[in-house]
Structure formats: structure tokens, C-alpha cells
């Protein structure tokens, strides 16, 4: 009989929590050999698969390329790698050596690499060939993998000396992951994660999705952010359950495939993904095995529950978590805690966690079903290992002595604990999965001569959920065309992120501000609603 879910994350924060916690042990050496832990699709859709022996073996060669490169206990070693199993294999061999992870998504442009190279104190990159020209120069170490370069990763793994490589602990809380907020109200934050972070993604593996020794797991999201880090890779690697990477991206056909072939049970992706496999005209195929749907990144919309339960059989659960937080809301999927999903609701607090809604202007708690400011109960929250950004930031999250953590979003929650999101008090945008600020995206627009002025927020997209919509005041004699409107976009693509660039651009001549000189995002929300005065016959 499996533990009640209080003891079970007891056991989960005992297991990553203790002063010699060891992750190479924890993700990879204790398991068999022979059983399978990894399994990549590739473009043409064959299936190679991966034990958890030849991942020890694999990262024990990272291990020893790292450190002849110099890395050690502590430091900061990123990549700029796509789904892989070169990635995996660099990920145990950084936590096998004790040093701290900096994931970076592969559509970010040169200068946001760099400034989160810079940021974390970066002393190594391992980048994939396709995305080296990314990397800019500095106080760090550049590896390139994917080439037969004598230099590069692949010859670099197979002349090093292995075999008497072991792992370093580094304790509950050694850090183990240092990455970065989308900067929705500023420039992006860092957040460091230690050790016993993980008990709380595993233990949403367990819970939210109702992932088993039994499931064939698939998680669509990309390792290069937060929740496909975790999700796709650390938990199931943590549980000793098999996963998937697809190489490339999404593809309505691809899914469908494998989907199919692969037998998958439990899946999650975006939002997004499923609206893209509800509007495709391929058919879903038959005789699919998925017994657990889930999504997270951002809200889930009423119509694809409505495609879900006619086209699939189960519904999609939606689950709500953060950089700084794990996984702390959702609908589970584990037998125990199933309810029926409501539509247009976040869920239940997880196993873990305790959430609460605050007054807007008192930090006390309201009454069921008011909306107020949605709240983490720091002390009834064990999963929770977030303190601080780094630098000291932060403290502003905190409220009534540290008893709260503040999300960041206005919500409600009823007398039978359900959570319903009602909007965000900041400024993301939640587009296809991915949480995107507007400070980075303003401040690439402001970089291009046409550009005086600009200002971001999101707009509604039926597939994406949300896009990126710009607010643009063009420098003086400027020619407002289409032509314009592209070369901006490729300018923030080229400049920031492949899919963070602005879908519509309307041209004013103001923006609203405030007798303090902050932009008011709520009137330019309204004027785009409107689609009239300002922004009338805007491109």
C-alpha cells in the first residue's frame, strides 16, 4: 500500500534533504544498470534508446571533460544545447562534479546569452554546433557538441580517462540549478535552486501527473525552461520512470507519431500544443494508450477540454507553477486526490503546499471565494526552498513577516479549495508554454533607430494563447510601413529570442503614462480591446 501524500513528501525531503545528498546517485547511479532511462526521437522519428548504465558511463565522461576544463565543486556551467542525450549527459556530469546548472534556451539571441552568462558567473558553455555563434566571448570556456571537431564534445568524451570518476555531494542544500525569471517587471532575476528542490518535482510526478513505474511518460516541454527541465528530465530520471525527448519542434504529425508508436500513457505539454493538434487536419490516430493529459505554462481555455473528452477520452488537468516555486496548484492526476476538472479553474493545492488569498490591500487572508492576491503559506509549504533572488532580491515577494509568498497573480479560491485564476498583477505574457517578460522585448525595440519609444503587453491568440503585441512611438520622420513592421520583428528575433518577437505592432504617437513616468500597460490593454482611438488602422 503507497504512503498517505503528507508521508510520502516527508520521504521525498528526507531523500533529497540529507547533508550527503548526491544527484549523480539520486538521477542516475542508484538504479539498474539495464533499466531504461531515456529515450530520443529524431527528426526522421527513430526511437534510440538509453540505460541508466550507459548514462553513468556517458557522465562520468562529462564529468572528467568538464574537469580537465577546469570546472569544479560550485561553479556555473551552461548550455545551449537542444533535446539530446549529449544534454543529459551534460547535466549529470555537471551535478557528478558538485557544479551548478545554467539552462538557456536555444531561441534566446547572442545578447541574452551573454547577459545571463554574466549574470551567473558562468565559467563553461557547451553548446551545440548550430548554436555556438551564439555564444559570445568572455570569462568562460566554450565546448561545441554535434561536430567531429578534435576539440569538440564528442572526441573530447571518448579520449578522456573515466573510469575512476565518482560524484561529489553537495547536501540538501548544495545548489543544483541557477537560472532566470522571464523579467516581467525588470531586468530577469536569478534564482538558485538546491538539492532538495527536486523533492517537489518529483513529487508533482507523482501526484499532479499520477506518473507510475507503470506509465510510459512523455513530457513535450523544452529542458531549456524550468518545466521541461524538471518535468521532462530530474523527476523521472529521480523515479527511476523512463522519459522522452523529440528532437526538433512541435509538429501536429510528430506528435500524433509518437503518441502512437512509442504506446505513450501520460503526457503534458502546453496549452498551445494541444490547440495546434485541435486545429490540424491530420485525424488522431487510433488505439492511442493515453490514460493522463496534462498542461501547464498557461491557462488552459474551456475548448480544448471541450476537443479533449470527443477526440482523446481523457481530459487535459491543468496545473500552475513558477520559476521560483515548483509545481504547487493543479488538478492530480493520482487516484488518491482526482476531482473532476473544472473549466476556467487552476485546481487544488498539490501535495506540499498550501496556498491562500490575501486582501489587495491587507496581508491577511479573505474569505472563501473573494478575489484577492494569490499566496503560498511559506510555513504549511515543506516543498517550498525559495528565500531570495540573487543579489538579496526578493524580499518584496515576502509579506507579513515571511508567512506569505506572493505569486504575482489575482485569484480566488471556494470553499472546496478550488483555485480560479482571475488575471496577473504583473505584466507576462504566457504565450505557447513559455512565460515571456517585456521589459527585454522594450528594451530590444528601443535598441532599432526607428524606435523612440515602446511598450509591450499581451494579446489574445487562439492557438498561442497569448502573443506579443508592441506599442511603438517611431523616432521622428520615421515612414510607418509593413516593411517596418517586419524588419522590427526580425530585429527583436535576431536580437532577443526567435519566439518572443512582437506578432502585431501598432504605431502611436504617445504612450500612457503615469505622473511618474511608468507606462500604463492597463490603458494600452484597453485601447487594443477597443481597437479604436490611438491604435485605429495601426499596423
Known amino acids: 500500500m ?74 556555473r556551467v551552461a548550455t545551449v544545447m537542444g533535446k539530446s542525450a549529449d544534454l543529459v549527459t551534460v547535466l549529470l556530469g555537471i551535478w557528478r562534479l558538485g557544479a551548478v546548472y545554467v539552462p538557456l534556451f536555444t531561441a534566446f539571441a547572442e545578447d541574452t546569452i551573454g547577459s545571463r552568462l554574466v549574470d551567473a558567473g558562468a565559467v563553461l558553455v557547451v553548446a551545440d554546433e548550430d548554436q555556438q555563434a551564439k555564444v559570445p566571448p568572455g570569462d568562460w570556456t566554450l565546448i561545441v557538441a554535434g561536430t567531429d571537431s578534435p576539440e569538440g564534445l564528442s572526441a573530447r568524451l571518448a579520449e578522456v580517462s573515466w573510469r575512476e570518476v565518482g560524484s561529489v555531494p553537495v547536501g540538501g542544500d548544495g545548489a543544483l540549478v541557477h537560472m532566470f525569471t522571464s523579467g516581467t517587471t525588470g531586468k530577469p532575476k536569478g534564482v538558485v535552486h538546491p538539492v532538495r528542490y527536486v523533492a517537489g518535482w518529483q513529487s508533482y510526478l507523482e501526484f499532479g501527473l499520477g506518473v507510475g513505474p507503470d506509465s510510459v511518460f512523455w513530457c513535450g516541454a523544452d529542458p531549456g525552461w524550468a518545466y521541461g527541465l524538471y518535468t521532462a528530465l530530474v523527476a523521472p530520471l529521480a523515479a527511476g520512470v523512463p522519459t522522452i525527448l523529440l528532437r526538433g519542434g512541435f509538429s501536429a504529425a510528430t506528435t500524433w507519431a509518437v503518441l502512437k508508436d512509442l504506446e505513450v500513457t501520460d503526457y503534458t505539454a502546453a496549452p498551445t500544443v494541444y490547440r495546434g493538434l485541435r486545429a490540424s487536419d491530420i485525424p488522431v490516430p487510433e488505439g492511442l494508450a493515453l490514460r493522463g493529459l496534462s498542461s501547464a505554462g498557461e491557462p488552459l481555455t474551456p475548448e480544448v477540454n471541450d476537443w479533449a473528452r470527443e477526440a482523446l477520452g481523457p481530459e487535459v488537468h491543468d496545473h500552475f507553477g513558477q520559476t521560483e516555486l515548483g509545481m504547487p496548484i493543479g488538478f492530480p492526476h493520482h487516484p488518491s486526490l482526482r476531482r473532476p476538472v473544472l473549466a476556467g479553474a487552476m485546481g487544488t493545492a498539490l501535495p506540499g503546499w498550501q496556498v491562500t488569498v490575501l486582501g489587495e490591500d491587507h496581508d491577511a487572508p479573505v474569505e472563501a471565494g473573494t478575489t484577492g492576491r494569490l499566496a503560498i503559506v511559506v510555513a504549511d509549504s515543506p516543498l517550498m526552498t525559495f528565500r531570495g533572488y540573487t543579489g538579496g532580491r526578493g524580499a518584496d515577494r515576502f509579506c507579513a ?74 523616432t521622428p520622420g520615421t515612414a510607418v510601413t509593413d516593411a517596418l513592421v517586419a524588419q522590427l520583428q526580425q530585429w527583436v528575433k535576431d536580437n532577443y529570442a526567435a519566439h518572443a518577437y512582437p506578432r502585431r505592432i501598432h504605431f502611436v504617437e504617445t504612450l500612457p503614462k503615469t505622473p511618474s513616468g511608468k507606462i500604463q500597460r492597463a490603458q494600452l490593454r484597453r485601447w487594443r480591446r477597443e481597437d479604436s482611438g490611438p491604435v485605429a488602422g495601426a499596423r
Do not use: N
Not at 539520486?26 to 548504465?53: Q, S
Open 401 to 474: 513577516d515571511g508567512a506569505y509568498f506572493l505569486t504575482g497573480d489575482i485569484a480566488s479560491i471556494d470553499t472546496e479549495g478550488i483555485v480560479r485564476f482571475s488575471s496577473r498583477d504583473d505584466d507576462v505574457i504566457l504565450m505557447a508554454g513559455y512565460r515571456i517578460g517585456p521589459f527585454d522585448i522594450e528594451s530590444t525595440l528601443l535598441q532599432h533607430p526607428a524606435v523612440a519609444e515602446a511598450a509591450v503587453v499581451a494579446g489574445p491568440d487562439e492557438v498561442r494563447g497569448e502573443v506579443v503585441e508592441a506599442f511603438v512611438v517611431p
Open 2 to 75: 503507497s504512503p498517505d501524500p503528507a508521508t510520502r513528501v516527508g520521504e521525498l525531503l528526507e531523500q533529497f534533504g540529507v547533508p550527503d545528498a548526491d544527484m549523480a546517485w539520486l538521477l542516475c547511479d542508484r538504479h539498474p544498470d539495464a533499466a531504461k532511462a531515456l529515450t530520443i526521437v529524431d527528426e526522421h522519428l527513430v526511437a534510440t534508446h538509453h540505460t541508466y548504465g550507459e548514462l553513468a558511463e556517458a557522465s562520468r565522461r562529462a564529468a572528467a571533460v568538464l574537469a580537465e576544463a577546469g570546472v569544479q565543486r560550485g561553479d
